[in-house]
């Protein structure tokens, strides 16, 4: 099992920044993939940017050049750096984490990540 908490939400003005933090534990080595999911108001989940155990990263076509992943292998952490937000980017932020040795890391479907944090609410006013 692995548990994921995450902190770093918040409200903030459309242009500001803002940067989400994760903290992992339990059985982190069994995981190949970790990412940063978002539920907004009326839609459905939807990945934001993810990082595989080798490094590469993903993002969503609505956040690239804006968010930022990255990971601290030592401190089993996780972090999302958002830059130049807007509105349509409030919502609840989710880290999770994909089980197994290896295998495909990727945004597009919510289903494939098998751990999820409670989730930290951001609010992008206008």
């Known amino acids: 099992q692995v548990q994921l908490a995450e902190s770093g939400g918040g409200s903030v003005q459309s242009g500001g920044s803002l940067r989400l933090s994760c903290v992992a534990s339990?059985?982190?080595?069994?995981?190949?993939?970790m990412g940063w999911f978002r539920q907004s108001p009326g839609k459905e989940r939807e990945g934001v940017a993810v990082?595989?155990?080798?490094?590469?990263?993903r993002y969503h076509d609505s956040v690239k050049g804006r968010f930022a992943i990255s990971k601290d292998n030592a401190e089993n952490s996780l972090y999302l750096e958002m830059k130049s937000v807007k509105p349509e980017d409030t919502g609840i932020y989710y880290c999770?984490?994909?089980?197994?040795?290896?295998?495909?890391?990727?945004?597009?479907?919510?289903?494939?990540?098998?751990?999820w944090g409670e989730g930290t609410r951001v609010t992008i006013s206008a």
């Open positions: 999770t984490a994909r089980s197994g040795a290896d295998g495909y890391c990727g945004v597009e479907y919510p289903s494939d990540m098998d751990y």
């Open positions: 339990g059985s982190v080595w069994k995981t190949f993939c």
């Open positions: 990082i595989h155990k080798d490094g590469q990263t």
